[in-house]
Nanobody, 131 residues
Framework: QVQLVETGGGLVQAGGSLRLSCATS????????MGWFRQAPGKEREFVAA????????YYADSVKGRFTISRDNAKNTVYLQMNSLKPEDTAVYYC????????????????????????WGQGTQVTVSS
């Protein structure tokens, strides 16, 4: 059974930073593309960032490009989301997700943006940015 557990959320002032972690267990992590999504109250869950299985390719929503960085540590079965220059509009519940069927293959960017690409999701961690 695959499990994903997000940590690192919290309350931060605008301009501040947070680093989210997502620890995975239950299967081989190293060949799985990983993604971060977020959902603000009253809004749909939206793509934030993704990482190819190798870590060689990264993908970002325009709204976070240049401020957020996704990375992975295969030895720790963990994916990270470093968030800098946070804005009030970044306030949301952040979810990590794992694609267990992709394998060690290359995909177009649009593949990573889609929620239905991912098979497993964490429970989410709240990020609140005050103005």
């Amino acid at each position: 059974q695959v499990q994903l557990v997000e940590t690192g959320g919290g309350l931060v002032q605008a301009g501040g930073s947070l680093r989210l972690s997502c620890a995975t267990s239950g299967r081989t992590f190293t060949s799985a593309p990983m993604g971060w999504f977020r959902q603000a109250p009253g809004k749909e869950r939206e793509f934030v960032a993704a990482l190819s299985w190798s870590g060689a390719s990264t993908y970002y929503a325009d709204s976070v490009k240049g401020r957020f960085t996704i990375s992975r540590d295969n030895a720790k079965n963990t994916v990270y989301l470093q968030m800098n220059s946070l804005k009030p509009e970044d306030t949301a519940v952040y979810y990590c997700a794992e694609d267990v069927h992709a394998g060690a293959l290359s995909y177009s960017a649009s593949y990573y943006y889609r929620r239905d690409t991912y098979d497993y999701w964490g429970q989410g961690t709240q990020v609140t940015v005050s103005s």
